[in-house]
C-alpha cells in the first residue's frame, strides 16, 4: 500500500491553462505538506497543513492556491500556469507539526509548454 | 536565517571505496536532522534521523551519520559503498519551535555516483 500517492505522475499542459494536482495518504497523519523541486533539484517548502488548517504558506504566487477536504487529502490548484512554473512537485505528510519525519510521495512532474 | 548547505554538488566513488557527504547547518535553536535519498525519477525516502539522543545514527543499509553540535555539522558516511547507493541525497534540517516549527529546509543535494 502506498503511504503517500499523488496523482498525475506526470502533467504537461500549455501556458495559461489551470490544473490541479492532487494528494493522499492513509498514514493517519495530521500534517500534509506541499514542497516543490525546480530544475536543480533544490526543494522548498509551499505549502503545510495541520488538521486541515494551513500553517506555512510561503512566498508563493496568489495562482498557487492549496485545499484540505480532510486531514488525508492536500490537493494542489495552479491557475493560469506559466512557462516558470515547471518543477516536480512532493506531497508529504508527518504525524504531526514538528519533530517527526515526512513521508514524501512519489513527485508530480509538471511540464509547461 | 536557517540555512544547509551541502559542500559537494557531486561526489563519484568505486565500488567498496568509503564515502562521506558532508552537511552543515545554521539555526538559533535546537534542531533535527535528517538525511533523504532520492533514486532517479523517485521520491525522496528518508534515510537516518537525529531527533535526540546518540549523536551517530544509523540505517539499515550501512550509512552512518554523526549529529556534531559545536561544528553544526551532519556528515553521512558508509565504509564501503554499492552501485546501487548510486543517488542523490539531501540533507535536511527541521526546528523544534517557532514559528517555522514543521518546515524542512533542504540542502541543495549531493549526486554520489559509484563506478563498478
Known amino acids: 500500500d502506498t503511504a503517500v500517492s499523488q496523482t498525475p505522475k506526470y502533467l504537461v499542459t500549455q501556458m495559461g491553462n489551470d490544473k490541479s494536482i492532487k494528494c493522499e495518504q492513509n498514514l493517519g497523519h495530521d500534517t500534509m505538506y506541499w514542497y516543490k523541486q525546480d530544475s536543480k533539484k533544490f526543494l522548498k517548502i509551499m505549502f503545510s497543513?495541520?488538521?486541515?488548517?494551513?500553517?506555512i504558506n510561503e512566498t508563493v504566487p496568489n495562482r498557487f492556491s492549496p485545499k484540505s477536504p480532510d486531514k488525508a487529502h492536500l490537493n494542489l490548484h495552479i491557475n493560469s500556469l506559466e512557462l516558470g512554473d515547471s518543477a516536480v512537485y512532493f506531497c508529504?505528510?508527518?504525524?504531526?507539526?514538528?519533530?517527526?519525519?515526512?513521508?514524501f510521495g512519489q513527485g508530480t512532474r509538471l511540464t509547461v509548454v | 536565517a536557517q540555512s544547509v548547505t551541502q559542500l559537494d554538488s557531486q561526489v563519484p566513488v568505486f565500488e567498496e571505496a568509503p564515502v562521506e557527504l558532508r552537511c552543515n547547518y545554521s539555526?538559533?535553536?535546537?534542531?533535527?536532522l535528517f538525511w533523504y535519498v532520492q533514486y532517479p525519477n523517485q521520491g525522496l525516502q528518508l534515510l537516518l534521523k537525529y531527533l535526540s539522543g546518540s549523536t551517530l545514527v544509523e540505517s539499515i543499509n550501512g550509512f552512518e551519520a554523526e549529529f556534531n553540535k559545536s561544528q553544526t555539522s551532519f556528515h553521512l558516511r558508509k565504509p564501503s559503498v554499492h552501485i546501487s547507493d548510486t543517488a542523490e541525497y539531501f540533507c535536511a534540517v527541521s526546528e523544534d519551535r517557532g514559528s517555522t516549527l514543521g518546515r524542512l529546509y533542504f540542502g541543495r543535494g549531493t549526486q554520489l555516483t559509484v563506478w563498478p
Open positions: 539555526s538559533s535553536v535546537s534542531v533535527y
Open positions: 508529504a505528510s508527518s504525524q504531526f507539526l514538528g519533530n517527526t519525519e515526512a513521508f
Open positions: 497543513y495541520n488538521n486541515k488548517e494551513l500553517i
